[in-house]
């Protein structure tokens, strides 16, 4: 079983920046996908972006260049750079992560982090 702890989540004012981390538990198989999915009030949830240990990704069509996701294989890491935060950024950020070699099917899932967008 895998342990996802999110960080870096809070408030800022349009237009402002925030990263979020997020560190998955030593496991005993490779990690291999990890990313970002987001869920606003009433909303489903959605993906943000994905990474593989391969070092491809993928991006929620919302994002229009604002955000960048990375990975730290070593560390089993992945990080989320956004910029340019919107109000309609607002919601719950979750962390997923995968044994799989994907972009955004993850069985591994973090508590979720509040960011909030306002001015």
């Known amino acids: 079983q895998v342990q996802l702890v999110e960080s870096g989540g809070g408030l800022v004012q349009p237009g402002g920046s925030l990263r979020l981390s997020c560190a998955a538990s030593?496991?005993?198989?490779?990690?291999?996908?990890m990313g970002w999915y987001r869920q606003a009030a009433g909303k489903q949830r959605e993906l943000v972006a994905g990474?593989?240990?391969?070092?491809?990704?993928k991006y929620g069509d919302f994002v229009k260049g604002r955000f960048t996701i990375s990975r730290d294989n070593a560390k089993n890491t992945a990080t989320l750079q956004m910029n340019s935060l919107k109000p309609e950024d607002t919601g719950v950020y979750y962390c997923?992560?995968?044994?799989?070699?994907?972009?955004?099917?993850?069985?591994?899932w973090g508590q979720g982090t509040q960011v909030t967008v306002s001015s």
């Open positions: 997923g992560a995968s044994y799989e070699y994907t972009l955004s099917e993850y069985e591994f």
């Open positions: 030593t496991s005993r198989f490779a990690i291999n996908g």
């Open positions: 990474v593989t240990s391969g070092g491809n990704s």
